[in-house]
């Protein structure tokens, strides 16, 4: 049976990777974001390389944009068996300046779409005897960061909600996991600090004296998505070059 993998947020960066990491796996890939043009780069990259995708696009903040996902993949492919909720945003500011508006819409796009699309997906797995949800996290949902109050109480419930479903669906057979990143090369931590002052002083707090590459987060993600990580259920792995362990 061929088998199906869902990535949302899949038009650059850690998605795109993801991505491109399961069609080496031999997955069919169902790549979702908004911007069709970079959808179809992560499409064609995948093809080019003997992989088959598909790109689908669609508002991930919206309960009707995810359900149709979910029917159009699976009558595309024929079944979903590993989704992974990679999409998502960020607001760096300090609280006062937030609005309890914007508050929510992160919360909404982190937290609320995840449980919205894993609720969708898991009769179409249950369906096929089984699958996987792999939730992308963060490393700042267990540390706290000043002036990230929106993006670390999303993880941090992203943390929850893994374990929650994890112990709900694992009679299943749907493994539910989340993978945290620490920082990582790609266009948002570029964007807020590339090339700075902070830069430097983050990297001389991970052990390792790097960022991490999307191809290596990717890489665990593809392999958690396989039957060799068939006992791994209800975690959250942490992949931060160690920073976290100095805490």
Partial sequence: MNKVALVTGA???????????LAEYD????????????LDETVALIEAAGGKASAHTGDVSSDDDLQKLVDEVSA????????????GITEGAAAKNISPDRFREVLNVNLVAPWVLARAVQPVMKARGGGVIINVGSTYGSTGVANNSPYCSSKAGIEGLTRALAREWAR???????????FVKIDMVGDNFGGTEVEKLVVSRIPMK?????EEIAQLIAFLSTSKAGFVTGETLVIDGGQRSLI
Avoid: M, T, W
């Fill in 76 to 87: 595309l492919h024929g079944g979903i068996d590993v989704l992974v909720n990679n999409a």
């Fill in 210 to 214: 790097r960022f991490g590459e999307a």
């Fill in 172 to 182: 299943d057979q749907i493994r539910v996991i989340c993978v945290a990143p620490g």
């Fill in 11 to 21: 038009s650059r960066g850690i998605g795109r990777a993801i991505a491109i990491a």
């Fill in 27 to 38: 997955f069919s890939v169902a790549c979702f974001a908004r911007d069709k043009a970079k």
